[in-house]
């Protein structure tokens, strides 16, 4: 099903990959950020009947033509599921959901019509769903650059109304952007990054190549530009490593899945180790504070302690600590703790009581929150 | 009519019951796109199954494709509570990595073996009346395996809606309130999510994944233009789907392709139509409805115009009705049809080209200025 029907230079197949990949990464940015992770797919899967008729109608294979027929049904169905999530009460996702599989649909019902005629050619449904990496020639990489210079080009130009429109709706309409306008602009870029890509990866990896980078790069940074650049970078990089893995092996193991589980593997890695905004890292914040926060409730548990029973210069034990403490198990750490920081000293064997240092700190700690501790 | 045809038409009858039913569901709880993930990553399960029993047709295989579909929503709702990734995101991400699992492992170990990768994308449903695939029994014949499989989901289905009616429909519309009155509405959730998958199993295997998505989404969807009634929803969504079934099968059979296209095709037409044309929330009769609403205020702003200046100096230039599209600030042939509406109505008259109030247009000004003044 994946041969290659020909053994191009890997090179080429290089180059294409990765830039689309560095295409799809930054303009999925946009997608992902806007919630619309999911249009990319219905869209690569709404082009089928495009492909077809424009088959139909040029009667050649050539990629312009494919890619024109493309273009012009991903379009329709962009402007479908923008239309019917504004227009009526079907909620967008039902909206993308139709779209996707009645366009399929038709086209699949048009691909059965056309291969039952004597005349045609088979156009392969396989390759439209998982791409043809390995066949990728100078020629498609020329190609795709054509398409994914004006595309950047674009973004550059329209950056601060993609941003607006990402982040803030209703301020950029209150400010008198077109906003629908930016709407369709942006559906309309998306369906040329498709387009140029579909017959290079395929269906299922154009809908993960617009999604994995950018959630990969929103867990590094905080800044658009970074985040834009950093998906292009991700993209970019398991296109990459994924033709080169899937061309290392005598057997042929295609390219779009293996890109595809590679940038699935930076997306894990991302969640799980980014900092700020990784899993790993966010528990071990968590972990932190909660020893600070407890520390912090020993010493003022001690204090209040202390002055309740004021006068006498005695200490209390850490049984009377563990009784009115949340977390019983961790008061002797924090009381170790509290003894090295010189918060608090030993009166008699057992027995503590918090230092001036450690009232000091402490109202430092609760003075800001508003709330100085009497 | 054969037989053969009629078998055909029972069994896609039956799976666009099936799916509408989980449909109306997942349209209204806004998980529709949960269905394209599914039907994407029940793949991997047919695939590892196959592997561990080594046998096409083995029922494991669909006891593997269900749980990897509801393995799949786990994961994206797994995925969503990390609080990092958004819920579009996190399906985006889950089902390609899963599908594209499944491919590389069909690729890698299973050379000679034939997953036909056409019949799980478009389903076999026109071998449905082959010998091989009826269901047998003690010397009768049953009809086809999967038309008997298809009605078991329905059952199970129909059970599951009826069994849960009042809980699916409080944690359907209100979640917050369901969880208030002590239900937790995570168990309905599960229970959803696994007769979506089991539905979507059984039908993939009859028509394929890309229709699964086309009839839970679009039959209730359609269904959804047409009334408020849950209840009515689900009967609706059900003829909808039934329709679809018929249609699209004689399409396909007058054009000679394939029966899943063509019925996600007729799907898409219905819905389209419904669309702008449903008696109520179709496009055209909201845009009427915008129109005449307008038209009745532009009647209602115009006579109390006319109340305003009556009996003034002004009236002969005010109420003049070659001028009165200046005053008014409208659109010159608007103002001459809505002047012609009031006299028609018989709530004005004209005299010398100078508009008058009769009782009837005084009555009515007076009132939408009653109107305006409860308002405010």
């Not at chain 1, 009115?324 to 009381?335: L, Q």
Request: a neutral charge; hydrophobic letters at 55%; aromatic letters at 10%.
């Amino acid at each position: 099903m994946f041969e290659s029907l020909s053994v191009p230079g890997l090179g080429s197949v290089v180059a294409g990959t990765a830039l689309l990949g560095f295409l799809c990464g930054t303009l999925g940015t946009f997608a992902v950020l806007r919630k619309q992770s999911l249009m990319g797919d219905a869209i690569s899967h709404a082009c089928l009947p495009g492909l077809i008729l424009a088959f139909l109608l040029f009667n050649s294979k050539e990629s312009w033509a494919l890619m024109l027929g493309a273009a012009i049904s991903g379009t329709i169905a962009a402007m479908a599921i923008l239309g019917i999530s504004r227009f009526s009460r079907v909620k967008e996702d039902s909206a993308l959901a139709i779209t996707l599989s009645v366009f399929f649909g038709f086209g699949l019902m048009l691909l059965t019509w056309v291969q039952r005629r004597p005349d045609a050619a088979q156009a392969g449904l396989a390759r439209f769903l998982f791409g043809q990496a390995a066949t990728l020639l100078d020629r498609d990489v020329w190609l795709l650059a054509a398409i994914a210079i004006p595309c950047l080009i674009t973004v550059f130009i329209f950056w601060k109304h993609f941003q607006l429109v990402c982040f803030d709706r209703s301020f950029a309409q209150s400010l008198g952007f077109p906003v629908f306008f930016i709407d369709v602009l942006l559906s309309l870029l998306l369906v040329m990054v498709i387009v140029a890509g579909l017959e290079t990866v395929g269906v299922v990896l154009m809908s993960a190549l617009l999604v994995a980078p950018a959630v990969a790069a929103r867990q590094w940074t905080n800044k658009l530009e970074i985040m834009a650049i950093l998906a292009g970078i991700f993209g970019a990089f398991s296109g990459i490593a994924g033709a080169v893995l899937s061309n290392i092996g005598k057997t042929s193991i295609p390219t779009g899945p293996v890109i595809v589980l590679f940038i699935t593997l930076i997306v894990f890695l991302s969640i799980l180790f980014a900092p700020a905004r990784g899993i790993v890292w966010l528990q071990f914040k968590h972990w932190r504070d909660s020893k600070v926060l407890q520390l912090d409730s020993v010493l003022s548990n001690l204090l209040n302690l202390a002055r309740e029973h004021s006068g006498k210069q005695n200490g209390h034990s850490m049984a009377m600590l563990k009784g009115i403490s949340s977390n019983p198990s961790g008061v002797p750490r924090s009381v170790h703790k509290l003894l090295e920081m010189g918060l608090v000293s030993e009166v008699d064997k057992g027995l503590y009581i918090p230092t001036s240092k450690g009232a000091e700190y402490l109202n430092e700690k609760t003075s800001h929150m508003g709330a100085p501790l009497k | 009519m054969t037989q053969a045809q009629l078998e055909i038409q029972l069994l896609a009858m039956a799976t666009a019951v099936a799916c509408s039913l989980c449909g109306v569901f997942l349209v209204l709880r806004r998980m529709s796109l949960l269905s394209d993930a599914i039907s994407h990553t029940v793949l991997i399960g047919i695939v590892i199954a196959f592997f561990l029993t080594g046998d096409m047709t083995s029922p494991w295989l669909l006891v593997g494709a269900t749980t990897a579909g509801v393995f799949t929503v786990l994961l994206v709702e797994g995925l969503q509570k990390t609080g990092v990734v958004r819920e579009d995101a996190a399906i985006g991400l889950v089902f390609p990595a899963l599908f594209s699992i499944a491919v590389l492992l069909i690729s890698i170990y299973s050379k000679n073996v034939h997953l036909d990768m056409d019949a799980v994308l478009v389903g076999k449903i026109a071998l449905t009346p082959l010998p091989s695939r009826r269901l047998e029994f003690g010397g009768y014949d049953f009809g086809p395996k999967s038309l008997a499989l298809m009605i078991a989901i329905i059952i199970v289905n129909i059970g599951f809606i009826i069994l849960f009616f009042k809980e699916l429909k409080v944690s359907t519309f209100d979640p917050a309130f369901s969880k208030a009155i002590g239900f937790n509405p995570y168990w309905i959730h599960l229970g959803l999510v696994l007769s979506v998958s089991t539905t979507a199993v059984a039908s993939f295997d009859a028509v394929g994944s890309i229709l699964v998505v086309a009839l839970m989404a679009a039959p209730a969807a359609t269904a959804y233009l047409f009334t408020d009634k849950l209840s009515i929803m689900l009967v609706w969504s059900c003829i909808i789907g039934m329709l679809c079934a018929v249609l699209g099968y004689w399409l396909a059979h007058f054009l000679d392709a394939s029966i899943a296209g063509s019925m996600a095709t007729v799907a898409g037409i219905l819905f389209g139509l419904t669309f702008f044309f449903a008696p109520e929330r179709g496009l055209f009769s909201v845009w009427q409805r915008a129109k005449i609403r307008d038209r009745k205020f532009k009647l209602a702003l115009l006579l109390v115009h006319l109340t305003h200046h009556e009996g003034t100096i002004r009236e002969l230039e005010e109420c003049n009705i070659e001028s009165l599209h200046l005053h008014l600030r409208w659109d010159e042939y608007e103002t001459r049809s809505v002047a012609f509406e009031a006299v028609e109505s018989f709530c004005a008259s004209q005299e010398n080209k100078v508009l008058k109030l009769t009782p009837k247009g005084r009555i009515i000004a007076l009132e939408s200025l009653q109107i305006g003044t409860n308002l405010s």
